[in-house]
């Protein structure tokens, strides 16, 4: 027999020794999900759980405002759901974090309508099980980047942005679907639970075609400072786009001031003094202190003594 229960953070629907999370109570704009509620164990997020749009008034007020619509922001979800529920982030436009496990075995139509903000998920994955990962990504057509956290190790991945457009073939009288971009070509890589690396790196030169500069930067970057299940090959390949593209990787890597990024471009693919001098120049107009220090620290280790041996020569 299932019953609905409250507390100051939540409301759920009780079945059996299960829990259906009804509606979320908070003063910030983070939903983070527990394993279990007063015991039971929260398997489900009901239909328009987090949509302004409620498909279940509340039973009575908590004293907090419920925590939906443009005010969620994140949402992290346990490894126990196994399911989430139709149009349950319906429209929920400024959410851009999800956290969660691959065993999610169900989504329900139209759970992430609206959501064109969502830019970045943490994503766990529990081998060997049914899940919907790859349906969430086909839903979230935007551009996404994943830390994908295996049992033996992490990876960095960026899946492109993609959608779809109905294209009439007047002859035929008939709709053609024609997919843009080269997103979908990536999500297409998830084999039921199980993403092939080998499949995904072999996408990068679709991505070079049809990806602007900055998505492709990061997308070598992603995979190489995070090479889990990385071939030497597709480690050659993604180095080689970046030392042939230092002006782009220059401008990628003032506009994300990572240092760790920069590191790993200076002394993995400059191999010139010429290319250092690029990236030196472009981040001299910007003035980025702790960028300059390194990268003059890197040629004076590396070039300057070749230089000045150059110059007495002539």
């Given at each position: 027999m299932e019953q609905r229960q409250k507390n100051k953070e939540f409301e759920i629907k009780v079945n059996g020794d299960s829990a259906?999370?009804?509606?979320?109570?908070?003063?910030?704009?983070?939903?983070?999900?527990?394993?279990?509620?007063?015991g039971y164990r929260v398997t489900e997020i009901a239909p328009y759980a987090f949509s302004a749009h409620m498909d279940h008034p509340p039973e009575e007020e908590t004293g907090q405002d419920a925590l939906c619509g443009e005010r969620l922001e994140e949402i992290v979800l346990p490894d126990t759901i196994e399911k989430i529920g139709r149009y349950a982030f319906y429209n929920c436009r400024n959410l851009k974090r999800l956290k969660f496990s691959t065993d999610i075995?169900?989504?329900?139509?139209?759970a992430f309508t609206g959501c064109h903000q969502i830019e970045k998920m943490d994503v766990t994955v529990v081998p060997?099980?049914?899940?919907?990962?790859?349906e969430l990504?086909?839903?979230?057509g935007e551009e996404q980047e994943v830390m994908y956290h295996c049992p033996d190790g992490d990876a960095k991945l960026i899946f492109p942005e993609y959608f779809e457009e109905a294209?009439?073939?007047t002859p035929a009288r008939i709709l053609v679907t024609k997919t843009?971009?080269?997103g979908m070509w990536y999500r297409n890589c998830i084999v039921k639970n199980e993403l092939q690396f080998d499949q995904y790196d072999k996408r990068f030169a679709w991505a070079v075609e049809n990806e602007q500069e900055e998505v492709v930067v990061a997308l070598a970057f992603a995979r190489l400072l995070y090479p889990y299940r990385l071939a030497e090959d597709a480690k050659e390949q993604y180095e080689g786009y970046l030392k042939s593209h230092v002006e782009n990787v220059s401008e990628y890597l003032l506009k994300k001031k990572d240092m760790e990024l920069l590191t790993y471009y200076v002394e993995h693919?400059?191999?010139n003094v010429d290319n250092l001098r690029v990236l030196i120049d472009m981040v001299g107009i910007t003035g980025e202190a702790s960028m300059m220090s390194y990268l003059m620290e890197q040629y004076h280790q590396r070039f300057a003594v070749t230089e000045k041996k150059k110059k007495f020569e002539l």
């Open positions: 259906i999370i009804l509606r979320c109570f908070s003063y910030g704009e983070s939903a983070v999900i527990p394993r279990e509620i007063d075995r169900d989504i329900g139509a139209g060997e099980k049914r899940s919907c990962f790859r990504l086909i839903e979230i294209v009439e073939n843009h971009g080269s693919c400059i191999d």
